[in-house]
């Protein structure tokens, strides 16, 4: 066909029927179509094409062409009217005119639907934003009323707590003044209590020092002048043995009284700061030997427990320290351990701690004897404690609560540390750490 030779496709039908079944099952840029066709008119296409929006334009040729003819063509919306015979040049001027045609209509129905897209999502965002934007005038609303509500009840709270802190002020100012005069009034007593505590301590062992003396001698003499008249007089010697015994029990009793007149002494003098603290270089192997010479008396009156002490071969590093106030420590523990011990040994050993920044010097003693109950062990290092049952028996001698105390308290002020291990029933250890000197 001619149109094929010149590069078109064109697809044949001999009636409106067929040509409608082309249109439905091929896509169609332009209809050529002749007025008469089988059984129905080219216009009769036209119509059905146009009824059905298949926006394809529809190029009519008629061989006898009349005004009527071309006036109802174009009434039904025929893009060209041609008659025959048609000149080709003629054919393929108005096809290429339908084609840019169809191309233009496409691209318009194009443009409409995505106008009308365009339209339809601008609404629908019109439509959302204007939701939101009521929601959140009505939240915003409901949050400035909710603020107006919360400033004035905080406005309220303000008044409210103004008033609270004046009247509260006025009261800690009278408070603080009742505080600062009992605070005074403390401190004078603590004053008096210290003053009065070292007074009795003075007074009372100058003539302890007497009461010890004397008895000392009049046992002596006893034992060397009398003792000796009851030989062979058994009722006699009975009698002179029993004097003896309570000679001993009041020399006992009176050491034991004077340790706690020091304690009470040094204690009012660490509590009053008038402490005397003696600063020497101390080699502490020979501060351990010279507390076990001190008790070694004290353990050769109970033959069933063994004082054992370690020193390292190699020499220690030194401390700075009062040795009396160190010797006080390690005889107050050592004491503790020989008095709560039946049978056993008590182990005195010092070492070095060279794992720490400084270094420290570690003293430990440790005893087998009945250890401390659980109950007491949060207790021991406070100031006149003396443990429950199983630390206060009842045929022990019993002294202030003070040995622990000033114990902690010397080794606190060395900046050393003074803790205690224990087990009931298995023994207890003590371990004093001082800093070695630099």
Known sequence: MLLDREGYRSLVAEDVGGALAVLQREPVDAVVC????????????????????????????????????????????????????????????????????????????????????????????????????????????????????????????????????????????????????????????????????????????????SVLGFAKLIRKDFVRHFLPLSAGLPELAAKGQRIQENLEVIEQEGHRLTRIISDVLDITRIEAGRMDWRQEVLDPAEIVRQAAQAMHGLFQEKPAVRLRVDTPQTPLPHLVADPDRLQQVLINLLSNAHKFTDAGEVHLLVEAINNQTPPVIRFTVRDTGQGVHPDDAAHIFEKFYQGRLGMRDQDKPQGAGLGLVICRTIVDHYGGKLWMDSTKGQGSTFYVELPAAT
């Open 34 to 209: 002749d007025i008469l066709l089988k059984e129905r008119s080219g216009l009769a296409l036209l119509i059905e094409i146009n009824a059905r929006q298949l926006n394809v334009p529809v190029i009519l040729i008629t061989g006898e062409p009349n005004y009527e003819s071309a006036a109802m063509a174009v009434r039904q919306g025929a893009f060209d009217y041609l008659a025959k015979p048609v000149r080709k040049e003629a054919l393929l001027l108005v096809l290429e005119k339908a084609l840019g045609h169809k191309a233009l209509l496409e691209r318009k129905v194009r443009l409409e639907e995505e106008n009308r897209l365009y339209r339809h999502n601008l609404e629908e965002l019109v439509r959302t934003r204007t939701l939101a934007l009521k929601q959140a005038n009505a939240d915003l609303r409901q949050e400035v009323e909710e603020r107006r509500k919360a400033e004035t009840a905080l406005a309220l709270l303000n008044k409210d707590l103004e008033t609270l802190v004046e009247s509260r002020t006025r009261e800690l100012a009278v408070k603080n003044l009742e505080l600062e005069a009992s605070n005074r009034r403390l401190t004078e007593l603590d004053a008096m209590k210290s003053a009065f505590l070292s007074l009795v301590s003075h007074e009372l062992r100058t003539p302890m020092t």
